[in-house]
């Protein structure tokens, strides 16, 4: 397939490389390539539309336990206002869960989860306070033992066990994604491309946790595509086998995305046939006629006759060649309008009968026939 020949030539290089560098430097390359293809727009779209699918429930469960865990923390900031409990750390963690919801708090456990824990924690301590004079009230939220030891938090989010089920399941699958492989992918080319503008944005943000973790992430790449082992960044590893695979599914899915566009814009193509004896011209299920041996019929007859006719581009002079000398036209001028003016007529006259636009046409004294009609 010719349109994917850039990407298969760096595909090619990646799986042959000897070097890890030339390996990941290729794999910068490929997200190069292709962004620099239009017409893959589209199936970037449709893994992004994947990913969309595959963490639908997910994302609905999230939203709705982030939902329950605000609802308890109102109620226990209700109850708060008006018991006094002289613990500093139950008012540190139930700001926490304001903070984490607000995106001002960044965690590596996620907003979610970090929401859940602060608020659980707050009220562990709560139960445990002033002689367990608040047991009774953490008990709406869970099942907790008369020493105040905690059994359960069901009541806090009665969501949230299928939320971390479901993110546990998608955990565990996710290596399997093609839009996994792709987030890595197209992650390892822009965190390399675009450091400084993300580097500057955090620290403008004051998301200095975050900046931590995106500058470890970009020495490591650098590192594997300089090939400079003794810049490692522990506990970030860029291993060539994991990239390889990611590399593979990508390539294999886009090379199958557009094998499909191929065979649905072929299922779609319009049937167009021509009788170069009787001067029969259909599209589809409707015919209409030419006469076979004048200037119209015969220039159908060269672009119609067989697949490979249906792909040419032709100058005027050449098509003019092949009608013959009997056509009543001799100096260059009129032999060229005697051809310009049967390529519109034909062009005009199947707009007109089939409402096709089109159908053939003369640019700078070459004709060609509009690709949909090619076989």
């Known amino acids: 397939m010719t349109e994917i020949s850039n990407l298969e030539n760096v595909y090619q290089r990646a799986l042959h490389s000897r070097s890890d560098s030339v390996f990941f430097q290729s794999i910068f390359d490929y997200i190069e390539a292709f962004d620099q293809e239009p017409y893959l727009v589209e199936i970037n779209k449709q893994i992004i539309a994947l990913a969309d699918q595959d963490l639908?429930?997910?994302i609905d469960l999230e939203k709705k336990v982030q939902k329950e865990v605000l609802k308890t923390h109102k109620e226990v900031e209700t109850y708060l206002k008006t018991h006094e409990t002289g613990s500093r750390t139950v008012v540190e963690h139930m700001q926490k869960v304001t903070d984490a919801w607000k995106g001002d708090l960044i965690s590596s456990a996620g907003k979610t989860r970090q929401m859940y824990d602060d608020i659980t924690y707050a009220l562990v301590i709560l139960a445990r306070v002033d002689d367990k004079k608040h047991l009774?009230?953490?008990r709406k939220y869970g099942?907790?033992?008369?020493n105040a030891s905690v059994a359960n938090w069901a009541k806090v989010s009665t969501t949230y066990p299928?939320?971390?089920?479901?993110r546990d399941r998608n955990k565990r699958?996710?290596?399997?994604?093609?839009?996994?492989a792709w987030n890595e992918i197209?992650?390892?080319?822009?965190?390399?491309?675009?450091?400084?503008?993300?580097r500057d944005k955090l620290i403008d943000s004051n998301m200095f946790w975050e900046l931590s973790y995106v500058s470890s992430k970009f020495k490591a790449i650098q590192a594997a595509i300089t090939g400079d082992t003794h810049a490692k960044t522990p506990g970030i590893?860029?291993?060539?086998d994991e990239y390889q695979r990611y590399l593979d599914m990508i390539h294999q899915h886009i090379k199958q995305q557009l094998s499909h566009q191929a065979s649905e814009s072929e299922s779609n193509r319009p049937s167009c046939q021509y009788n170069s004896k009787t001067g029969k011209f259909s599209i589809d299920d409707t015919t209409i006629r030419f006469a076979p041996n004048n200037a119209r019929g015969l220039i159908l007859k060269m672009f119609l006759q067989n697949k490979n006719s249906r792909k040419k581009t032709m100058y005027w002079e050449d098509i003019f060649d092949k009608l013959g000398e009997n056509t009543g036209a001799y100096d260059s001028e009129k032999k060229r309008h005697?051809?310009?003016?049967?390529v519109i007529a034909i062009a005009t006259r199947i707009s007109k009968e089939y409402l096709v636009e089109d159908f053939m046409s003369y640019i700078d004294g070459y004709v060609f026939l509009n690709p949909k009609f090619h076989l």
């Open 56 to 58: 639908k429930k997910e």
């Open 136 to 138: 009774q009230f953490c």
């Open 143 to 146: 099942k907790i033992h008369d």
């Open 162 to 166: 299928e939320w971390e089920s479901e």
């Open 173 to 180: 699958l996710l290596r399997f994604k093609v839009w996994h």
């Open 186 to 198: 197209a992650e390892f080319h822009n965190w390399f491309s675009d450091y400084e503008t993300e």
């Open 237 to 240: 590893d860029i291993r060539r």
């Open 338 to 342: 005697k051809v310009y003016y049967a």
